[in-house]
């Protein structure tokens, strides 16, 4: 039953976010849209494969399923080859589970996905919701520079963030420096007297907003 839950909502996913023509990537669709669209719009059944044994098939297949999706002449022929990995830490009273994909051979694929979730019972920890899907993502323009970013989606927009710099490429380090980005926005918001609400409505408002690698909302 519950693997049936998650087809039914990455079926639901796939026709809500379906390319519209070949231009775009299969695997950037996966990573860029098809996943923080999965993080915010169902949150807590996604945590519930990511801690699924299978999940790293599941996966696997969820990005193969979407690369059917497009024309021949824009699938990915490796797609199938190499399966995913999910990792989970406690960290600052946070667990993330840190997504490894296959290694990115191009900008913006990512070499990590860190998804936040507050500890089961800890009430004040969740604004890290409104936030919470992280990626690292590859730079061919300075391979030098790795960028922490992610994705903020409501029911209005959807927004690609870049977060700074970032080094090393190590799960352990890319949670961290997460836990890091999380503590200093509270401050902020806590400083500054304001407090964005959790998205709660999640029918299909959302309007088409650029991000700086050239595509628009999940």
């Not at 098809?34 to 699924?52: D, F, I, N």
């Not at 993330?96 to 290694?103: E, M």
């Not at 080094?167 to 890091?180: N, Q, S, T």
Request: charged share 25%.
């Amino acid at each position: 039953m519950r693997n049936l839950i998650f087809l039914i909502l990455f079926c639901v996913l796939c026709l809500a976010y379906a390319p519209a023509s070949a231009q775009l990537d299969p695997n950037y669709a996966f990573q860029h849209r098809v996943l923080p669209g999965m993080y915010y719009r169902y949150q807590y059944e996604l945590r519930s494969l990511l801690r699924a044994p299978e999940v790293g098939r599941v996966l696997t297949a969820w990005q193969a399923n979407v690369n059917e999706g497009f024309p021949d002449s824009a699938k990915v022929a490796s797609v199938r080859r190499a399966e995913w990995k999910v990792d989970s830490f406690d960290v600052s009273g946070l667990i993330v589970y840190v997504i490894t994909p296959p290694k990115p051979k191009k900008s913006p694929l990512c070499y990590l996905f860190g998804l936040v979730y507050p500890k089961e019972g800890a009430t004040q920890d969740f604004h890290v919701l409104k936030r919470g899907f992280y990626t690292l993502e590859r730079n061919d323009m300075d391979p030098s520079y790795t960028p922490l970013c992610g994705w903020i989606v409501t029911a209005e927009n959807a927004s690609h963030q870049n977060y700074g710099d970032y080094k090393g490429k190590k799960p352990e380090d890319f949670v961290r420096r997460i836990a890091d980005h999380v503590r200093g926005v509270k401050k902020l918001e806590k400083k500054a007297g304001i407090d964005i609400p959790i998205p709660t409505d999640t029918t299909e408002k959302r309007q088409g907003v650029s991000d700086d690698n050239g595509g628009g909302a999940p």
